[in-house]
Every structure is written in structure tokens, then in C-alpha cells.
DNA sequence: CAACGGACCTGCCTGC
DNA sequence: TGCAGGCAGGTCCGTT
């Protein structure tokens, strides 16, 4: 589920519910996640207050006086808001519990999200150090776009999902972009124009903005059971429509494997 | 340094 | 109905 206005979606719809309240508790009933859960996270963050609930790439940050909850939701990974007492599904990994008898309880079946915890300042830690600028951010521009892909031979559409060139834009999000911005996938990174990034830049935006609209209306029912209904897939252009019409020039949609990753989009509106 | 493949996992869908 | 195989929204790491 997660990309980054899912994950935006849910920074929001959990703020409300975590901000200025204290932890009293942290249960781990399965530390395996990407990495394991370490043992500070259960022995500080309890006694703390949440000051903050922040967003950086697809990265959710739970600041608190003492350190900092860095949260990733992988590929499968999501949280919710419940009673304390509510009994776990499977796949409910972590529950943070408040003192008004709440808690953020993080369900993630694969494991590939992370739960860590750091006492510096978590824009520092490794993982998020070397994140490119914020794709909805005014440093995201054509001219930074075509200065990182200076000389780089690698596909635009892995270029764009490299997190250190901007943050956060998955697989479904590079390939509409790309779309929208009428780039072919496959083309080399260095061999596109800055004026054509600019409209690559202006596309991610656009994209992330809209689908970001959607995550609004999951807000509501955020109560309810999992939310993960296809709420975007009628925005969708490209993603997951191999075989299907261009909605601009009706030609079937081509689909490409590179890796494990597909990449879905026209052959004749992006060159 | 750049580029690629593998790794980490479970669940769901398809086809035999 | 069962089972094997392929696929999935992420991203780090080791090897070329």
C-alpha cells in the first residue's frame, strides 16, 4: 500500500490521535521486521511524550524529548489507531500504547518496514541522511533532475526511483509520471533535456497532489477495518494497464521488466 | 563510482 | 481441491 501519499495519508490520520500523549507502553510480539526492532525502543520511548509526527520520504518520524521513532512501512506495512486491549490480529507486530488506553498498532505481513528508534537527530540517522529533497517540496525542480542525471547512463524511470536523487517516488508514481510528462521509461537518464525534467518534476507533483486527494477520503474510515481498497486505481493512467488503451491516443499500453520492477506505459506518447 | 541482481517476507492470483 | 509458480506498492547490500 504504501507510497508517499499513503504514507502522508496516515502520518495524518494518526497525528491527532499520538500527538501529546505518553506512552506507557511498547509491546513487540515479532521483532523480525526489516531489521529487528531494537531493544530501546521498548525500554525509552515509554515515560515519553510524542512532541512531533513528521514525514520524510516515505519515513514517518515520532519525535519525542528523549529520541525518535523512525517508522517505515515497506511494502505491506500499515498502522492504526485501537483500543489497547483489542486483540491482535496476525501480522500485528508492534502496538505502542498510550495512557488513555489507545494504541498505534503496526500490521505488516511481508516485514519489510522497519521500526528503529535513534536519540540524535533522525535527519541524521543513516537511513535518512542521503534522502534527495522532498518530491512535493520547491527543491524538486527540473534544473535538480537534470544536474543529478548529469552523465548517467541508468533508466529515467529508475533514476526517479532513486531515493537519493528525491525522496519517495515508488513504482506506480515514476511510472504515471513518466506518463504524464510523455518520457519513455527506458530512456538514459543524462540524455534528457532540463526542459523536459522540468516537466518531469512538475509531473511527479501533479501526480503525488492528486493521488494524495484520494488519501483523503480513506481519512474517514480510517476506523475502519483496512481501508485498502483500490481508492486511486481510477486515477491511474499507465500502472497495472498493460494491454489496455492509452487514454490519450488509444494504442495498447506496453509493459517492460527490468529487474523485478514493471514499467507500464505507451510507446507512442513517451519517446 | 555506476549498475545490476539478490535478499528480505507473506499473500494472492493463475494455471495445471 | 491442491499445488507450483509468478507477482506485488521498498530499498539495502554485495558483486561485478
Known sequence: ????????TT??????????KKVIEVR????????PVPDELPRRLPGQIIEGVERRGKY????????????????????RILPAHSAPRKHDHVDIVFDD??????????????????????LHHPLLRQLGPEPLGRALTGAHLHRAARGRTL??????????VVAGVGNIYANEALFLAGI?????????TEARYALLAAAVKRVLR???????????????SDGSTGYFQQCLKVYGRAGQPCTACKRPLKLLRHGQRSSFYCSHCQR
Open 155 to 164: 533508466a529515467v524511470k529508475n533514476f526517479i526511483m532513486d531515493s537519493r
Open 28 to 35: 513487540v510480539r515479532e521483532a523480525r521486521l526489516r531489521w
Open 11 to 20: 502520518r495524518r490520520g494518526i497525528a491527532p490521535h499520538v500527538l501529546h
Open 101 to 122: 488506553r489507545t494504541c498505534l498498532r503496526l500490521h505488516d505481513p511481508r516485514r519489510f518496514g522497519a521500526l528503529l528508534w535513534t536519540h540524535t537527530d533522525p
Open 60 to 79: 514517518l518520524l515520532l519525535r519525542t524529548r528523549a529520541g525518535c521513532a523512525i517508522l517505515h512501512l515497506g511494502m505491506s506495512g500499515s498502522v
Open 184 to 192: 519513455h521509461p527506458a530512456r538514459a537518464a543524462g540524455r534528457i
Open 210 to 224: 492528486a493521488a494524495l486527494k484520494q488519501g483523503g477520503t480513506t481519512l474517514r474510515d480510517y476506523y475502519a
Open 1 to 8: 500500500m504504501p507510497e508517499l501519499p499513503e504514507v502522508e
